[in-house]
Protein backbone atom coordinates (compact mmCIF):
# COMPACT_ATOMS: atom_id res chain seq x y z
CA UNK A 1 0.00 0.00 0.00
CA UNK A 2 1.65 3.34 -0.81
CA UNK A 3 0.09 6.78 0.49
CA UNK A 4 0.55 10.42 -1.48
CA UNK A 5 0.26 13.36 0.34
CA UNK A 6 0.42 16.54 -1.50
CA UNK A 7 1.07 19.91 -0.16
CA UNK A 8 2.34 23.29 -1.67
CA UNK A 9 -1.15 24.60 -2.80
CA UNK A 10 -2.65 28.32 -1.65
CA UNK A 11 -3.58 31.11 -3.04
CA UNK A 12 -1.31 33.87 -5.75
CA UNK A 13 -1.47 36.50 -8.04
CA UNK A 14 -1.30 35.73 -11.67
CA UNK A 15 3.01 35.57 -12.62
CA UNK A 16 3.34 34.24 -9.10
CA UNK A 17 4.97 30.88 -8.25
CA UNK A 18 4.46 27.94 -6.24
CA UNK A 19 6.00 24.45 -5.73
CA UNK A 20 4.28 21.50 -5.09
CA UNK A 21 5.53 18.47 -3.36
CA UNK A 22 3.63 14.65 -2.93
CA UNK A 23 5.49 12.54 -0.88
CA UNK A 24 5.35 8.99 -1.21
CA UNK A 25 4.72 6.61 2.09
CA UNK A 26 4.83 3.06 1.91
CA UNK A 27 6.16 0.25 0.62
CA UNK A 28 8.51 1.85 -2.91
CA UNK A 29 11.27 -0.18 -4.23
CA UNK A 30 14.31 1.11 -4.40
CA UNK A 31 15.34 -1.50 -6.86
CA UNK A 32 12.16 -1.20 -8.73
CA UNK A 33 11.25 2.10 -11.19
CA UNK A 34 8.05 3.87 -10.68
CA UNK A 35 6.34 6.94 -13.05
CA UNK A 36 4.88 10.05 -10.84
CA UNK A 37 2.79 12.76 -11.95
CA UNK A 38 0.69 15.83 -11.61
CA UNK A 39 -3.08 16.23 -12.97
CA UNK A 40 -5.20 18.87 -11.84
CA UNK A 41 -8.98 19.03 -12.27
CA UNK A 42 -10.58 22.86 -13.20
CA UNK A 43 -14.39 23.49 -12.01
CA UNK A 44 -16.70 21.60 -14.58
CA UNK A 45 -13.50 19.95 -16.62
CA UNK A 46 -11.95 16.98 -16.69
CA UNK A 47 -9.28 15.75 -14.74
CA UNK A 48 -5.89 16.32 -16.90
CA UNK A 49 -2.31 15.48 -16.98
CA UNK A 50 0.02 18.17 -16.08
CA UNK A 51 3.58 16.48 -15.72
CA UNK A 52 5.12 13.12 -15.32
CA UNK A 53 8.86 12.19 -14.39
CA UNK A 54 10.36 8.51 -14.17
CA UNK A 55 12.14 7.69 -11.43
CA UNK A 56 15.29 7.18 -13.62
CA UNK A 57 14.33 11.00 -14.59
CA UNK A 58 15.21 10.32 -17.71
CA UNK A 59 11.45 10.64 -18.76
CA UNK A 60 9.65 13.68 -18.19
CA UNK A 61 6.10 14.66 -20.14
CA UNK A 62 4.42 18.32 -19.77
CA UNK A 63 1.29 19.30 -20.96
CA UNK A 64 1.72 21.86 -23.57
CA UNK A 65 -0.07 24.09 -21.57
CA UNK A 66 2.25 24.37 -18.93
CA UNK A 67 5.35 23.69 -21.03
CA UNK A 68 8.25 26.25 -20.37
CA UNK A 69 6.37 27.47 -16.82
CA UNK A 70 6.25 24.33 -15.11
CA UNK A 71 8.83 21.46 -13.81
CA UNK A 72 8.63 18.46 -12.37
CA UNK A 73 11.65 16.89 -10.35
CA UNK A 74 11.91 14.27 -7.92
CA UNK A 75 13.90 13.66 -5.12
CA UNK A 76 13.99 9.80 -4.65
CA UNK A 77 16.07 9.32 -1.15
CA UNK A 78 12.79 10.87 -0.28
CA UNK A 79 10.35 9.59 -2.58
CA UNK A 80 9.07 12.87 -3.28
CA UNK A 81 7.91 14.51 -7.03
CA UNK A 82 8.39 18.09 -6.55
CA UNK A 83 6.34 20.32 -9.45
CA UNK A 84 7.51 24.26 -9.53
CA UNK A 85 5.15 26.19 -11.15
CA UNK A 86 6.31 29.43 -12.69
CA UNK A 87 4.49 32.54 -14.52
CA UNK A 88 1.11 30.94 -13.17
CA UNK A 89 -1.89 31.94 -14.76
CA UNK A 90 -5.68 32.36 -13.49
CA UNK A 91 -6.13 29.08 -15.93
CA UNK A 92 -3.79 27.50 -14.16
CA UNK A 93 -6.60 27.57 -10.72
CA UNK A 94 -7.49 23.74 -10.31
CA UNK A 95 -7.36 20.72 -7.72
CA UNK A 96 -3.78 19.05 -8.11
CA UNK A 97 -3.53 15.76 -7.75
CA UNK A 98 -0.26 13.12 -7.62
CA UNK A 99 -0.33 9.73 -8.60
CA UNK A 100 1.86 7.18 -8.69
CA UNK A 101 2.31 3.99 -11.05
CA UNK A 102 4.53 1.35 -9.45
CA UNK A 103 6.81 -0.76 -11.66
CA UNK A 104 6.51 1.45 -14.45
CA UNK A 105 8.88 4.26 -15.45
CA UNK A 106 6.87 6.38 -17.50
CA UNK A 107 7.75 5.30 -20.88
CA UNK A 108 3.80 4.25 -21.37
CA UNK A 109 3.30 8.31 -20.71
CA UNK A 110 1.54 9.81 -17.97
CA UNK A 111 0.64 7.23 -14.73
CA UNK A 112 -2.77 5.36 -14.73
CA UNK A 113 -3.13 5.82 -10.89
CA UNK A 114 -1.45 3.05 -9.11
CA UNK A 115 -1.97 5.06 -6.31
CA UNK A 116 -3.80 8.64 -5.81
CA UNK A 117 -3.42 11.38 -3.10
CA UNK A 118 -5.92 13.65 -1.82
CA UNK A 119 -5.07 16.74 -3.80
CA UNK A 120 -3.99 20.48 -3.34
CA UNK A 121 -5.89 23.48 -4.34
CA UNK A 122 -4.29 25.87 -6.23
CA UNK A 123 -6.09 29.34 -6.93
CA UNK A 124 -4.85 32.12 -9.26
CA UNK A 125 -6.14 35.48 -9.36
CA UNK A 126 -5.86 37.96 -12.03
Known amino acids: QVQLVESGGGSVQAGGSLRLSCAAY??????????MGWFRQAPGKERAGVAA????????YYADSVKGRFTISQDNAKNTVYLQMNSLKPEDTAMYYC?????????????????WGKGTLVTISS
Open 26 to 35: GYISSYSSNC
Open 53 to 60: IGSSGGIT
Open 99 to 115: AIDIFSDCSGGYPQGDY
